[in-house]
C-alpha cells in the first residue's frame, strides 16, 4: 500500500468520527477535574489511538524513472511563474515551500495584486484530505491544480490550450512531458500539467515530534504539550480534528455552537447549493499550523492563541482559562514537522539554463 492508501484506509470516516463525537464526550466527563495535569500512560494510549497511523517520513524507495520523471516536471511546474499570464506568479507564490506551504498573507495576491476571498491553505499534506479547497470543489490535488492556472484572480492564463502553447515555446518542457508520459501519444496536454503537479505534491510531507509519540515513544512531547493533547482530547477538538492529519477527513459546521461573525462566505454551500452545507468548511489539518497563520478560510485570526479561543467559543461554546489556551498552542507546536529540503530545492526551470550567460564572469 502507498502513503496515501494508508492514511486513507486507517483514517476517520464520518461513522468513527461519530463514534469518536461520544468518545470525546465521555473522556470530557472523566477528564474534567484534571485537565492540566498530565494525562496516565493510560490515557496517553487512549490518545495515540485517535490519530494513528503517524504521518510517514518521504519515501526513501527508488522510484521507477518515469514516476521520477513526473515527480521532476511536477516540481518545475510548481515553481514556474511563467505559468501565469505575465510571468510573475506560480505556485510557490502563494504555497511557498520553504515557508510551511503557504505565503502568511490573509489573502494572497496573484496576477496584477488582485485578491481572492479565501486564505491560502498550505500545499503540505494537501493530498491526504478527502478533498481540495475549504469547500471541498477540487477532489483531488491532480485536479485542483487545474484551478489556480485559469483563475483570473491568480494566474490568470486565458485557457488550457494558452498553457500548452506557451509551455511548447519553453524549450526543454517538450522532453519533460516525453518522459513523464511515455505512453500517451500527446504527452503535452493540460491534464498532464495537473497530474505532474500533483505527483509532486503528493510527496509534501512533513513527519514532526508528534508522530514520534504516535510510534511510541512519549519522551517526543514535553510535559507542558501532554498537558495540551489531554485539553485536545478532553474539550472535544479532536471530535472534528482526528486522524493523522488532525483534520482533513471531514466537513464541519464553522460556527457549531455559536454563530460565526460572518456568513458573506457560505462554504460547502455554494458548491453543493444544498441548505444543510451552509457553513460548512472542511476541517482544515493541523499539521504545522504554528507556521500557517493568518487562520480561517477568512484569514481572521492573526495568532494561534486567538484561533484556538475562537474555536472553543464557536465550536464547543466554552471559554479556555489562559492555562488552557496555553497548553493547547503548545500542542499545536508539536505537529510543526520538518521540511523536506532536498525534495522542494526549486530546480533550474527549462529555457532558463545559465549556461551561456555567464560572460562576465572571468
Ligand atoms: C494567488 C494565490 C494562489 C496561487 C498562485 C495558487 N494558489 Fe493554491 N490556493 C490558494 C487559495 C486562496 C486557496 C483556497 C481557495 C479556496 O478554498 O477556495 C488555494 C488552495 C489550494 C490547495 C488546497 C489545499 C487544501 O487544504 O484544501 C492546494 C493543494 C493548492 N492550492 C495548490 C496550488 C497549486 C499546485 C498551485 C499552482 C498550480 C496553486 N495552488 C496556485 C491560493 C493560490
Ligand atoms: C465541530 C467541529 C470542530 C471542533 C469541535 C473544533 N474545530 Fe477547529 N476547525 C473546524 C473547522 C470547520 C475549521 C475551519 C473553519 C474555517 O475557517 O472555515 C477549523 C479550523 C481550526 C483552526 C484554524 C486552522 C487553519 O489552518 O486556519 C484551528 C487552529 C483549529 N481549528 C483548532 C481547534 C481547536 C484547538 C479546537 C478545540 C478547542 C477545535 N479546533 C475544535 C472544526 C472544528
Known sequence: MDRLDRIMKTSFGLQTVTKLLTGAAALASWGL????????????????????????????????????????????LYYDARLSKDDSISCNSCHNLEAYGVDNEQFS?????????????????????IAQFWDGRASTVEEQAKGPILNPVEMAMPSAEAVIKKLKGIEGYEEMFEKAFPESDKPMNYNHVGLAIGAFERNLTTPSRFDQFLNGSNDALSAQELKGARVFVTKGCVSCHSGTLLGGQTYQKLGAVKAWPSDKDTGRFEVTKSEADKMMFKVPSLRNVEKTGPYFHDGSSKTLADAVEKMAWHQLGQKLSDAETDALVAFLKSLTGEIPSDYIAKPELPGESADFGDFDSF
Open 33 to 76: 477535574q484534571a485537565e492540566l495535569t498530565e494525562p496516565s500512560q493510560a490515557e496517553l494510549q487512549g490518545y495515540k489511538a485517535l490519530f494513528k497511523p503517524a504521518l510517514l517520513p518521504l519515501s526513501d524507495q527508488p522510484r521507477s524513472a518515469v514516476d521520477q520523471a513526473k515527480v521532476d516536471l511536477g516540481r518545475a
Open 109 to 129: 495576491p496573484g496576477v496584477g495584486g488582485h485578491l481572492g476571498g479565501r486564505n491560502s491553505p498550505t500545499s503540505y499534506n494537501a493530498y491526504a484530505h
